[in-house]
Structures are given as C-alpha cells and as structure tokens.
C-alpha cells in the first residue's frame, strides 16, 4: 500500500522559514502530478503549490515570490521552500500526489503537518 508522509512543519516567527518534505513509499511505479495544500481552522482546503514530473509548477497568488515546490522523481518525494511566512500562511498542509502503483493512478492525500506562524 502507497503512502504519503509528511514531515517539516512547526512553529516559526512571522518572516522565518520552514521546508516541508513529503515521501510516497511502497509499491511505486510512477509519481505523477505532487503538490501542496492547506486548510487553515475554519476554511476550505486550497491549492498552495502543484509541480508535474517534468517540474512544470503552479502556485496560488498569495504565495507566488515566497514559496517554491520542488521534487526528487528518484525518491518519490516533493518539498515546499516556505520563506517570509506570514501569520496567514498558518494551516494543516497536506501532500498530495498522483502515483500509480498498479494498472491506475491513484490520487493520495498525507495526513497533514501543521504550520504555525506567530506574529
């Protein structure tokens, strides 16, 4: 059985920094489309960063200039550069993947880490 594990958030300072790590192990043929996503208490979950497997990106708006997805095809393991945070930026982050590991692709969610950014 695939998973997703997330590793990286923590409390920083307003302006600070934080790199977040997600691995995809077990039986793995191929990691598609990776990305991030967050819910912060009271909101709906929404698109932070996306990356392909050819490292073709996408990011919200309100984190463009700050953060920077990145990926390791090798070991199935996408990251999130996360600078000049802001108390905003406070959430559960959530991985998410694409990665087939049988006749189809499979769309995967880790179970979250939490940011949290004081002011």
């Known amino acids: 059985q695939v998973q997703l594990v997330e590793s990286g958030g923590g409390l920083v300072q307003a302006g600070g920094s934080l790199r977040l790590s997600c691995a995809a192990s077990?039986?793995?043929?191929?990691?598609?489309?990776m990305g991030w996503y967050r819910q912060a208490p009271g909101k709906q979950r929404e698109l932070v960063a996306t990356?392909?497997?050819?490292?073709?990106?996408n990011y919200a708006d309100s984190v463009k200039g700050r953060f920077t997805i990145s990926r390791d095809n090798a070991k199935n393991t996408v990251y999130l550069q996360m600078n000049s945070l802001k108390p905003d930026d406070t959430a559960v982050y959530y991985c998410?993947?694409?990665?087939?590991?049988?006749?189809?692709?499979?769309?995967?969610w880790g179970r979250g880490t939490q940011v949290t950014v004081s002011s």
């Open positions: 998410n993947a694409g990665v087939r590991s049988g006749a189809y692709v499979d769309d995967l």
């Open positions: 077990g039986r793995i043929i191929i990691t598609t489309t």
């Open positions: 990356i392909s497997r050819g490292g073709s990106t």
